[in-house]
């Protein structure tokens, strides 16, 4: 088992830059892909940015494309996202997720841990 802690969520201005990170704890972090996925009050959970597990595959979902970047740091057993020119649209909880496989999907259903969750509110 794993188990994983966001933390750097906040309010930020719309255009502007925030990152935040996911520490995990328990197994070994290097043998999960990583997942970050958002939910909106009222709106269906989003996938966001995958990492394979060796950090070499990552991927985007559509509405982020070219502004936010997904990493791993498996020494320190941390997965972050680096949200630039943020928009009102982007206010969400964001969750890592882990799945004990080589690469991550953008389904939420093939995740197998989750951490609580950090709020991201930008205002316009």
């Known amino acids: 088992q794993v188990q994983l802690v966001e933390s750097g969520g906040g309010l930020v201005q719309a255009g502007g830059s925030l990152s935040i990170a996911c520490a995990a704890s328990?197994?070994?972090?290097?043998?999960?892909?990583m997942g970050w996925f958002r939910q909106a009050p009222g709106k269906e959970r989003e996938f966001v940015a995958g990492i394979s597990r060796s950090g070499r595959i990552t991927s985007y979902g559509d509405s982020v494309k070219g502004r936010f970047t997904i990493s791993r740091d498996n020494a320190k057993n941390t997965v972050y996202l680096q949200m630039n020119s943020l928009k009102p649209e982007d206010t969400a909880v964001y969750y890592c997720?882990?799945?004990?496989?080589?690469?991550?999907?953008?389904?939420?259903?093939?995740?197998?841990?989750w951490g609580q969750g950090t709020q991201v509110t930008v205002s316009s």
């Open positions: 328990g197994d070994t972090f290097s043998t999960y892909a």
């Open positions: 997720a882990a799945r004990p496989f080589i690469h991550a999907t953008n389904d939420h259903h093939f995740y197998d841990y």
